[in-house]
């Protein structure tokens, strides 16, 4: 009788053990995949990732019709901040960047830093009225937390699809455009652009500022 007990134990260790470890592989391997799919600086999704969700709302958007918003912003000088008041103070100019957008928008969006300065979001089932709804209230936020301590503005490219290509990059492009339209015409503004590729719509531009 001693040894059943002693096998039942056995088994019952055994059996936790093996447990404990898939719990803390399933764990790490839980973390590694957010570390690939999150910018190190900032906290929020990287291109990687950004790019693996836009792919599911782009095909999302083309079989029911639904618009989707893309934004390409750029935050102007920002190699004046650099320069003059070091990288620690660039990294915090990030930060705050990216915390702002992440309060602000909803959570069906993703904000995400694309590289260096520049970040893009992601509105889905966002058309014109409530892109520009939702721009005008994240940029309001940004430039109340930018007043007076950091000197910089913010080139924007914004395009609503109503009816979106076939590819993510040619979303990006196409808002990464009229974010550079925006850089060559003096920044700090915002270039919204409506585009629609079947018969009855149509495609537009406007500034706002």
């Known amino acids: 009788s001693v040894v059943l007990y002693w096998d039942d134990i056995m088994e019952l260790v055994f059996f936790l053990v093996v447990s404990l470890l898939r719990s803390a592989l399933r764990c790490s391997l839980q973390r590694e995949k957010e570390m690939a799919n999150t910018d190190y600086l900032t906290k929020v999704p990287n291109r990687r990732y950004f790019h693996e969700f836009a792919e599911m709302e782009l095909h999302r958007s083309i079989r029911y019709k639904h618009p989707l918003s893309v934004i390409y912003l750029d ?24 915390d702002t ?54 080139s924007i490219g914004m395009v609503t699809f109503l009816h979106p290509p076939a590819t993510v990059d040619a979303m990006l492009k196409r808002a ?15 270039r919204h652009e409506v585009v629609g590729d079947e018969p009855g719509l149509f495609s537009c531009s406007h500034e706002l500022r």
Do not use: C, Q
């Not at 892109?131 to 309001?140: D, P, R």
């Not at 990464?176 to 915002?190: F, N, P, Q, R, T």
């Open 75 to 98: 935050i102007d000088n920002f190699k004046t901040v650099n320069d003059t008041m070091g990288h620690s103070a660039g990294n915090t100019l990030l930060r705050l960047v990216a």
């Open 101 to 154: 957008f992440v309060n602000n928008i909803r959570s069906t969006d993703i904000v995400a830093r694309l590289g260096g300065d520049e970040f893009a979001l992601l509105l889905p089932e966002s058309g014109p009225e409530s892109a520009i709804n939702a721009i005008h209230k994240a940029l309001h936020s940004l430039k109340e937390v930018m007043k007076n301590d950091w000197p910089v503005t913010f």
């Open 176 to 190: 990464d455009d009229l974010m550079y339209s925006v850089k060559a015409s003096g920044k700090g503004a915002i």
